[in-house]
């Protein structure tokens, strides 16, 4: 079974005697709530009375942001259950990866403007696991995932617009063991952006200018220098367009998973280069003002027949402030 799998391809029932699937299995993966057997409520046991729970397969599992949730593609299983005549029902199913271009016709979205979230399971699972990818990766089953921290089934939604899949494993019931891989596509409600700095409470959005690209075409990459043609750092200071940043703290910058980050600059106001300088030095540097260049090279869609992502490289470019007397304490 490939370790991150979706769309199903096949499901083998093994036992002492034959059992029958309770499930569909064919694309796309259902996402309806299980039999009623399955549901909370029926789960509990009446009062004063012993109830023994059997699930013949993996529960629904709800992913939630705010006030917005939906239910996740289901997908992988390796599932067995008590039959309840003496024998065991054994269920396996495979399935395409969540990067595979065709999980774009069937993956639930979760469009979120608050980025806590939390996996609810109709059955909490013994142990979770979470995996991420920005949706530049899309189509690149062989991109590297992030392994995303979990407690308590909360997690955070940091990828901007990404793809995750859930493992989840049962092992402590006497009457049913597994695995289940769930997957689900998340972006923020508004676009967040390629890269913003902080220091303090304060956070800027440093202004984009785009200076090359790479484009996929039939005859194969188009490669374009862009430059600063028509918009340079002193026409953008001119223009106010550059946000400004006073030095209050640890200087910190956060960027989506598709951008890289390159060299540090520091820049006159007409947009000669000073000198190459480090995030660290930045809050090192004398009383006064500098302008601040970033380059970044930020990865686009995948194109599976060129083996290669489109990719486009910015600099980025704030104002940063440093106040007479020390630098408060991070």
């Known amino acids: 079974m490939k370790l991150a799998a979706w769309l199903c391809l096949g499901l083998l029932c093994l036992g002492m005697t034959a059992c029958a699937a309770s499930t569909d299995y064919g694309p796309p993966l259902t996402t309806e709530e299980p039999p009623a057997a399955h549901t909370p409520a029926e789960l509990e046991p009446e009062p004063d009375q012993e109830q023994t729970i059997t699930l013949t397969e993996p529960p629904v599992l709800t992913v939630s942001a705010g006030a917005v949730s939906i239910k996740a593609t289901r997908g992988a299983i390796s599932w067995r259950y008590d039959s309840g005549d003496g024998t065991w029902c054994d269920l396996e199913a495979d399935s395409v990866h969540p990067l595979d271009e065709i999980s774009r016709e069937f993956l639930p979205q979760l469009c979120y403007e608050d980025r806590a979230a939390a996996l609810t399971f109709a059955v909490e699972p013994d142990t979770v696991e979470l995996t991420g990818w920005h ?52 972006a923020p409600a508004e676009e967040a952006p390629l890269i913003c700095v902080e220091s303090g409470s304060v ?30 750092l002193g026409q953008l200071v001119q223009a106010g367009s550059v946000p400004a940043l006073v030095l209050d703290g640890t200087l910190s910058w956060e960027a989506q998973a598709s951008v890289t980050v390159g060299r540090v600059q520091l820049c006159g106001a007409d947009g000669t280069t000073v000198a190459d300088t480090t995030w660290a030095d930045l809050e090192n540097l004398e009383p006064g003002t500098y302008y601040i260049s970033v380059e970044a090279a930020v990865l686009e869609q995948f194109i599976p027949a060129a083996e290669s992502y489109d990719c486009s490289g910015y600099v980025f470019y704030f104002q940063l402030t440093v106040p007479d007397g020390p630098t408060p304490a991070a």
């Open 203 to 232: 956070t800027a959005v440093p202004y984009p200018v785009l200076t090359w690209s790479e484009i996929w075409t039939e005859d194969g990459c188009l490669c374009v220098d862009c430059g600063l043609l028509d918009l340079d």
């Open 135 to 186: 949706a530049a990766h899309w189509g690149n089953t062989g991109a590297e995932g992030q392994t995303l921290p979990v407690e308590d089934g909360a997690f955070t939604l940091s990828l901007g617009p990404g793809l995750y899949e859930v493992k989840a494993q049962w092992t402590g019931a006497d009457t049913y063991s597994g695995t289940a891989y769930y997957a689900f596509y998340a």
